[in-house]
Nanobody
Framework: QVQLVESGGGLVQAGGSLRVSCAAS????????MGWFRRAPGKEREFVAA????????YYAASVKGRFTISRDNAKNTVYLQMNSLKPEDTAVYYCAAGSTGWSMTEPLGYNYWGQGTQVTVSS
């Protein structure tokens, strides 16, 4: 069983930057593709970014491409999401996910394990 704990959320002004982290425990971290999703108030959970096991391949939602960067440190069992040029519409609870179910890495069904989320609020 893999446990995921997100951290680093907070309040930031539009145009600012924030880095959220997700620490994994209870499993072999390097075996799992990792993803970030978010849920804004009144909206469905949506894909943000994903990274493969080695970190060599990354994938982004169109809405964040060029502004967000996903990375991982397999030695530290941690995945990161660096968020730059933040916009008010990026306000959401951000969740990290781990696993490989056979579904696409851009879909929630692609993951076995989920963190509790961290709130990111971008003020205008």
């Amino acid at each position: 069983q893999v446990q995921l704990v997100e951290s680093g959320g907070g309040l930031v002004q539009a145009g600012g930057s924030l880095r959220v982290s997700c620490a994994a425990s209870g499993g072999t971290f390097s075996r799992y593709p990792m993803g970030w999703f978010r849920r804004a108030p009144g909206k469905e959970r949506e894909f943000v970014a994903a990274i493969n096991r080695s970190g060599a391949s990354t994938y982004y939602a169109a809405s964040v491409k060029g502004r967000f960067t996903i990375s991982r440190d397999n030695a530290k069992n941690t995945v990161y999401l660096q968020m730059n040029s933040l916009k008010p519409e990026d306000t959401a609870v951000y969740y990290c996910a781990a696993g490989s179910t056979g579904w696409s890495m851009t879909e929630p069904l692609g993951y076995n394990y989920w963190g509790q989320g961290t709130q990111v609020t971008v003020s205008s």
